[in-house]
């Protein structure tokens, strides 16, 4: 996953023109603590937008992005699904 989140910071950043470099410990914790449940194109578009919002070189734990990862994890609620007719 750090190989991935590290890849991502690099494209975001080139494709996006930001001189962000990396990721800090702090947000690497936060990304690694989130299941990701929509794999690695989920991961790809938390870490774009970190970039996008990051103010220095660096992305770091309190980045919003990664804020709404965690706090949506901690609110996550399973709701049966219905069967349908068709």
């Known amino acids: 996953m750090d190989v991935l989140a590290e890849h991502f910071i690099k494209v975001s950043a080139i494709l996006n023109s930001r001189n962000?470099?990396?990721l800090s410990q702090g947000a690497l914790e936060k990304l690694r603590s989130w299941t990701w449940p929509g794999n690695v194109r989920e991961l790809e578009n938390v870490v774009e937008r970190a970039v996008l919002i990051?103010?220095?070189?660096?992305v770091v734990s309190e980045t919003s992005s990664l804020k709404i990862r965690i706090s949506k994890t901690?609110?996550?609620v399973s709701v049966p699904m219905k069967k349908v007719s068709l």
Not at 54 to 58: I, K, P, Q
């Open 20 to 22: 962000v470099t990396k």
């Open 54 to 58: 990051a103010t220095s070189e660096e």
């Open 74 to 76: 901690l609110c996550r």
